[in-house]
Structure formats: C-alpha cells, structure tokens
C-alpha cells in the first residue's frame, strides 16, 4: 500500500508563485511515474503534469512554461513549482502516483487527499 501526503497549497494573487509537495510513502518500486492532476469546481479532474523516476516530464499545454514539475527520487518526494499562475489556476490539486511491478501486468495507481490552490485576480 503507498500513502500520497500533499502540503503547500494556500492562496496566492495572480502572477504569484505557489510550491505543493507531495510525499509517497509505503511499498514503493524504484520505476514510477509520479504526478500532479487538478479539479476545479463543477469540472472534471484533468492531467497537469507528470515526472518518471528516470526524470521525464510532460505537461499539459495550458502550464507549460509557468510550471515546474520535480522530484527527490531519495525522499519519495514530487514537487510542482507553479509560476505566474492565474485565476484559472485555481482547483484542488492531486498527487498521483503509478507503479508496475516487474513480475506483475497490473498497475497500481494511487491519490493523495488534495490540496486546494486558489488564485484571486
């Protein structure tokens, strides 16, 4: 079982910058992908970005060069650097993280609990 622990959501004004961490503990392979997902009132969750334990990354077209998505492969630990955000930034943002054994065909796909970044104009 894997636990996903998210922190550093909070208010901000538009064309601030905000940090959220995300820390995964439990049974953990050395290859994952780890990732950010958001949902905004009334909407459905949608993909942000995504980082491989190997360092890969994808974003979603919407952030791409105002969001910074990290990891410390040692702590676990996935990080989503957000810059100029705008007021269309503003949801509930989730931790996601999925993993494949290697003796295994299923994937194993996890969520933190959410934390909430609000941008005000």
């Known amino acids: 079982q894997v636990q996903l622990v998210e922190s550093g959501g909070g208010l901000v004004q538009a064309g601030g910058s905000l940090r959220v961490s995300c820390a995964a503990s439990g049974i953990i392979f050395s290859s994952n992908v780890m990732g950010w997902y958001r949902q905004a009132p009334g909407k459905q969750r949608e993909f942000v970005a995504i980082i491989s334990s190997g360092g890969a990354t994808n974003y979603t077209s919407s952030v791409k060069g105002r969001f910074t998505i990290s990891r410390d492969n040692a702590k676990n630990t996935v990080y989503l650097q957000m810059n100029s955000l705008k007021p269309e930034d503003t949801a509930v943002y989730y931790c996601?993280?999925?993993?494949?054994?290697?003796?295994?065909?299923?994937?194993?796909?996890?969520w933190g609990q959410g934390t909430q970044v609000t941008v005000s104009s």
């Open positions: 996601n993280l999925e993993q494949q054994p290697r003796w295994s065909t299923k994937l194993y796909v996890y």
